[in-house]
């Protein structure tokens, strides 16, 4: 093997930021680190909760009220336009509501 042309190997491990595991590899990367690891993931684990490190989930679930808001203020307008006018009787107009 010559010398001075390989990387150096580093035999740290791996860390998932989620559920702290700590993985034993080698590698030439230093401090190596996973969001979410066989420990952690639904698929492994058969549990149906969401990890979620980046906030990913809350971000949607924002611009998913933001947006039903919206759509349900639009459909309102539509239907208050929709509306035809109420009718005033000539009779009331002139006499009032005694008529």
């Known amino acids: 093997m010559k010398k001075g042309i390989h990387p150096k190997f580093h035999s740290d491990g791996v860390v998932c930021t989620t559920c702290g595991t700590n993985w ?29 490190t980046a906030g990913q989930v809350d971000r949607f679930m924002k611009r998913l009220s933001v947006s039903q808001n919206r759509q ?7 239907n208050e336009r929709s509306q035809p006018a109420p009718k005033k009787s000539l009779l009331k107009e002139i006499y009032g509501d005694d008529a």
Request: hydrophobic residues 25%; positive net charge.
């Open 24 to 52: 034993k590899i080698g590698t030439t990367r230093q401090g190596l680190r996973v969001e979410i690891c066989s420990n952690c993931h639904p698929f492994y684990t058969g549990e149906q909760r969401i990890v979620d």
């Open 72 to 78: 349900a203020d639009l459909e309102k307008r539509k």
